[in-house]
T-cell receptor, first 114, second 115 residues
């Protein structure tokens, strides 16, 4: 069985601060994909980033960056120089290769204050 | 280029009534998924279609739930004899291709309240 844990339930920061969201996962599969999704107050889940289990290179995309460490089964996500519009619930998710269902964590609510 | 749409956006019903939700995926997306999200939780997988074939169902999908995707286009999710525990946001997603690599695009959801 797969499991995704987001230990932080809520994070509050002041605009321009960096925010790092933690994600720890469990899976017996050797090949899988990890995702981060954003759910703003409107409710629609928005895809942010994806990482393959066989590629541990960390990347930066605009103000987003991620740190994937297979040895510790962690897939942390950072928002640099946060903005008020970043306020949302962020979900980490896992899917096995050739699988069909995403397994989501419980989400972390981020509140960015002006 | 429109995204995934869901109707209705909100549904309030009395316990015991039947409800039906509709999802229109992104055109040409062959995969369609239904998830359920309760307050303060992450979405949970319910079922999945590849074209018109329903290929996987979660144990969360009791006998009161049925989903269809006729002609491989839009999909409907019906809940019969609703219970208060069915109150949740029902999310639909679609994706293109055959691999789990492709991201799932989500609709705005249908929020169901069972009184």
């Amino acid at each position: 069985a797969q499991k995704v844990t987001q230990a932080q339930t809520e994070i509050s920061v002041v605009e321009k601060e960096d925010v790092t969201l933690d994600c720890v996962y469990e899976t017996r599969d050797t090949t899988y994909y990890l995702f981060w999704y954003k759910q703003p107050p409107s409710g629609e889940l928005v895809f942010l980033i994806r990482r393959n289990s066989f590629d541990e290179q960390n990347e930066i995309s605009g103000r987003y960056s991620w740190n994937f460490q297979k040895s510790t089964s962690s897939f942390n996500f950072t928002i640099t120089a946060s903005q008020v519009v970043d306020s949302a619930v962020y979900f980490c998710a896992l899917i096995k290769a050739a699988g069909n269902k995403l397994t989501f964590g419980g989400g972390t609510r981020v509140l960015v204050k002006p | 280029d429109t995204g995934v749409s869901q109707n209705p956006r909100h549904k309030i019903t009395k316990r015991g009534q039947n409800v039906t939700f509709r999802c229109d995926p992104i055109s040409e997306h062959n995969r369609l998924y239904w998830y359920r999200q309760t307050l303060g939780q992450g979405p949970e997988f319910l079922t999945y279609f590849q074209n018109e074939a329903q290929l996987e169902k979660s144990r969360l999908l009791s006998d009161r739930f049925s989903a269809e995707r006729p002609k491989g286009s839009f999909s409907t999710l019906e809940i019969q004899r609703t219970e208060q525990g069915d109150s949740a946001m029902y999310l639909c997603a679609s994706s293109l291709g055959d691999g789990s690599y492709n991201e799932q695009f989500f609709g705005p959801g249908t929020r169901l309240t069972v009184l």
